[in-house]
């Protein structure tokens, strides 16, 4: 810790998180712990189906396949949809209400309780149907397994629906908030927060459409009031490219706004370059879900191609706002005094469980991002897609930089809200560590086995047969390596447990004796300090590791590639 | 933004920290090291630029045609009822004593012969150009498995996989000595894909792409020789 350490009291300016939203009104502060608690509810729920899959996978537990895809489908479906989607919307709308200068409170408040009732309706109806429909469907709910049965998909597709209703419902109440002071000239220019939670809302609204473009004409169908549905696979990828996509620039907004409530320092780049860096998501996220249809035959080399070169775009904002982060963060802690490449580090206040989450969020995002650039290579397609490398790699970006991100950020909202403490704030700042020690393991045995050809969605990878012409033995190390990602998702699951048990408890106990206040939690104050003449390495260091890491698999990927002792020419590889 | 205005150390400007930003486009040069570039450019020459005969791609390519006992139509497609009646008659012809299937380039000639529209002959080939001609193989893939389950192939041989997935989509990937072929089979679509395979072996064929709960048993197998 260093010696410049406070706490936010000491430090809490207007400007501070926790004193914007302790001034929120009690009707707006009832709406959006509604949110957080039913994200809580939806993630904890996620990591127990989540667990139980990949410990059914790993033969840690025997699962009937009627339970275990089950299970599957309900994991993605609660974790992916419902936990981001909750946690979401009620982080935009409280952004646009403490952030937008004019704004103070939320508007059009009942249209965002009425986005919340259909979302909660939403997860209602998408629980009960994957509970009870004899067709099982997976989160993508592809309408092609439901030939036989249309019937058995209603309450699935309904699910989605209303979820898509809700967000329509909710971005547009968090899009006016932001929206309303500036037609009305009451407030000042945007801050490249409020800036970023409008492209964030407006993106909301993207998802609304996409989700009702994708899961309406299903819902019909299975209703017996429509067509069977052609061109799912298009839909649903555009929807699919936005839902991940989205919570990745969440993430890096919250972290923007946690490091400067964790440091007082802002971008030494400017406001004008942050806005910039936020609206080029706008720009390169839609045109670059053509990767997701690599595999399907039919796609034309040239497609295939373009979607190849616009995917090498993608990390491209990214990669920025996290060289302005670390940059600024550099720059003047070398103005405090910080030396060596790395000294300047130890000086952040790593013993506060926000910026150990935010950490470790960082290194999880960039190594899920050094791994997702090689499947973005359409020629790769046909050795890890479909293969448990993507369950391998969207661990990292999903488990350990966006959803840890968020709950970093709960840290802070939650007992702002509420008034309660945050619980146990030194274990909390052990976990993320643990966290990613998990994820390490079932990531790296993830990746391995889709190097394998090991397939995302087996339960059981024995494939016995009792025929000796038939009989083939899969290789041994395709169940070794279920073993890594089994013990690797115990640990994952029980930090992410430990992590749900605090955010209830922030949510509704007061124990003093086990807490702190959250205005107590440790932090630093460098604002105010003149930076500028130091240099910042540590950030374009780190993208060079990255970039080299990225390198490295996309060439052992080809190498791998060439050792397959098949030579394909035609549709689908 | 910032505080004070001092001269800033370059690694603080903009314009360096858009460069970071853009250095992840340098991966575009590895994939032209490999080949693999999406303007075509390459520095080496491996698998991926085989010089193969070019193919169609989907199903459009399969021509529509009569052959005894058969009938076929569309324009140029093929219904899933058809594909299994040729399927059924490829495996009725090519089983083998023990239950697996060989495909052969005899078949193959015969039945492009039976393809043609009446009146037209064969155009003539030298026996080398026969020699490379790619051996049809077809494959039925259906919840939960494929059809035929046992393929008898060679090595180095050419063999031009006609598949269609009949119910619901599915996978067909391989799985080889040292990693796995993937591939995906949309519903009711005829894809074709040619495949050489270099090294002997018995390889699975199993699914990759959820098909419902007997999921994990849609396994085949393939003996090349």
């Known amino acids: ?573 | 933004m910032s505080e004070e205005t001092v001269t800033r150390h370059f690694t603080l400007r903009p314009a360096f920290t858009l460069a970071v930003g853009a250095f992840v486009l340098t991966l575009y040069f590895v994939w032209a090291l490999m080949g693999a570039a999406p303007t075509g450019i390459s520095f080496s020459s491996d698998k991926l630029t085989e010089d193969l005969p070019p193919m169609p791609m989907e199903g459009v390519d399969i021509k529509t045609a009569s052959m005894e006992g058969m009938s076929m139509e569309g324009d140029g497609g093929m219904t899933p009822d058809q594909f299994s009646e040729i399927t059924y008659q490829f495996i009725d012809d090519l089983t083998l004593e023990d239950g697996t299937v060989r495909p052969t380039r005899e078949w193959t000639q015969a039945r492009k012969l039976a393809e043609m529209p009446a009146g037209m002959e064969m155009p003539k080939q030298d026996a080398e150009a026969i020699a490379n001609e790619p051996i049809d193989v077809y494959v039925i893939v259906q919840r939960f498995g494929y059809e035929p389950g046992v393929l008898r192939l060679r090595k180095g041989v050419p063999y031009r996989f006609l598949m269609m997935a009949l119910d619901v989509n599915h996978g067909a990937a391989i799985r080889t000595a040292t990693a796995g072929h993937i591939m995906r089979r949309p519903a009711r679509v005829l894809t074709e894909t040619v495949m050489t395979f270099t090294e002997t072996g018995e390889f699975m064929m199993y699914c990759t792409v959820y098909c419902g709960v007997g999921h994990d048993q849609m396994r085949g197998k393939i003996i090349v020789e």
């Open chain 1, 1 to 573: 810790m260093s010696n410049n350490a406070q706490t936010a009291e000491e430090f809490g300016s207007d400007s501070n998180l926790t004193a914007r939203i302790k001034r929120l009104g009690s009707g707006d502060k009832k709406l959006l712990l509604s949110f957080f608690t039913v994200a809580a509810i939806a993630l904890g729920f996620g990591i127990t189906f989540g667990v139980l899959t990949a410990a059914g996978r790993a033969g840690i537990i025997s699962l009937d396949n009627n339970i275990a895809y089950r299970l599957l489908g309900m994991h993605g479906v609660t974790i992916f949809f419902y936990w981001l989607y909750f946690v979401q919307a009620g982080f935009v709308l409280l952004l646009a209400a403490v952030y937008t200068d004019g704004a103070g409170s939320i508007f059009l408040r009942p249209l965002a309780w009425l986005g919340f009732l259909a979302m909660l309706a939403g997860i209602i109806i998408s629980e009960y149907g994957l509970i009870t429909s004899d067709t099982i469907l997976l989160y993508d709910g592809n309408p092609s397994l439901l030939i036989d049965a249309p019937g058995d998909g209603t309450f699935f597709y309904l699910g989605y629906v209303m979820l898509s209703a809700g967000l329509l419902l909710v971005g547009t109440p968090a899009l006016a908030t932001a929206l309303r002071p500036k037609i009305l000239g009451l407030g000042k220019e945007w801050t490249p927060i409020t800036f970023a939670v409008v492209a964030w809302s407006g993106l909301l609204l993207v998802s609304a459409v996409a989700g009702a473009n994708a899961f309406y004409p299903p819902l019909m169908w299975t209703l017996g009031w429509g067509a069977p549905v052609v061109g799912y696979a298009m839909s649903w990828s555009v929807l699919f490219h936005n839902v991940h996509y989205l919570p990745l620039m969440a993430t890096v907004v919250l972290w923007y706004i946690l490091m400067e409530n964790l440091t007082g320092v802002k971008s030494v780049f400017g406001q004008g370059f942050s806005k910039v860096v936020f609206a080029i998501y706008m720009i390169f996220v839609p045109p670059t879900s053509l990767y997701h249809l690599f595999l399907e035959p039919g796609m034309s080399e040239s497609v295939l191609a373009v979607g190849s070169l616009l995917s090498l775009f993608i990390a491209v904002p990214t990669i920025l706002v996290f060289v302005v982060i670390v940059a600024s963060l550099e720059s003047y802690a070398r103005a405090r005094g910080g030396r060596g490449l790395f000294g300047w580090i130890k000086m952040l206040p790593w013993k506060n469980p926000v910026m150990a989450a935010l950490g470790m969020a960082t290194v999880n995002l960039s190594l899920g991002g050094v791994f997702s650039m090689v499947l973005i290579q359409n020629k790769l397609a046909v050795l890890l897609s479909d293969t448990f490398y993507v369950p391998g790699y969207f661990h990292f970006l999903t488990v350990g930089g966006v959803s840890l991100t968020f709950i970093a950020m709960l840290i802070y909202v939650i007992p702002s809200l509420t008034g309660n403490q945050v619980w146990r704030p030194r274990i909390l700042a052990l976990l993320p560590k643990f966290l990613t020690t998990g994820l390490a393991l079932f990531g790296i045995g993830g990746i391995a086995a889709g190097y394998h050809g090991i397939p995302r969605r087996v339960f059981n990878l024995g494939y016995h047969v009792d025929d000796a012409i038939e009989h083939v033995d899969p290789p041994f190390i395709w169940g070794a390596l279920m073993g890594f990602v089994g013990a690797g998702s115990l640990v994952m699951a029980t930090v992410m447990f430990i992590y749900v048990y605090a955010l209830f408890r922030m949510l509704f106990s007061t124990n003093a004796r086990i807490g702190i206040d959250v205005t107590k939690l440790r932090v630093v104050d460098w604002g105010g300090t003149i930076v500028g003449r130091q240099s910042a390495w540590v950030g374009p260091l780190a993208i060079g590791v990255m970039v080299s890491g990225m390198y490295f698999f996309t060439i052992l990927s080809f190498q791998i590639l060439d050792s397959v002792s098949i030579i394909t020419r035609g549709a689908g590889h």
